[in-house]
């Protein structure tokens, strides 16, 4: 995968986090922080577009029906032991 070099600007603040976190050891450098924070929000933006999804899928479905909690429960027992 091809790299590309970038030059952000920081804060002092997030820049002694950043040191912090690499002196912790739970990174080697500034760079693998910074990727690990965009592969993290990837992630979280993916779930959230699935979640989204669900959401739309559900409001188009139709009117909602009543639900019976102690019907469902005795459904899933019956169903599952």
């Known amino acids: 995968m091809r790299t590309v070099q970038k030059t952000i600007t920081l804060t002092?603040?997030?820049?002694?986090?950043?040191k912090t976190q690499v002196e912790a050891g739970h990174y080697i450098d500034d760079s693998e922080y910074i990727r690990d924070l965009i592969r993290r929000e990837q992630e979280r933006s993916t779930e959230?577009?699935?979640?989204?999804?669900?959401?739309?899928e559900g409001?188009?479905?139709?009117?909602?029906?009543?639900?019976?909690?102690?019907?469902?429960?005795?459904?899933?027992?019956?169903?599952?032991?």
Not at 12 to 18: E, F, L, S
Not at 59 to 81: C, I, T, V, Y
């Open 12 to 18: 002092d603040r997030q820049d002694n986090w950043i």
């Open 48 to 56: 959230t577009e699935g979640v989204r999804a669900a959401l739309i």
């Open 59 to 81: 409001e188009n479905s139709g009117e909602p029906r009543p639900f019976d909690p102690g019907a469902f429960k005795e459904r899933m027992l019956a169903k599952h032991g």
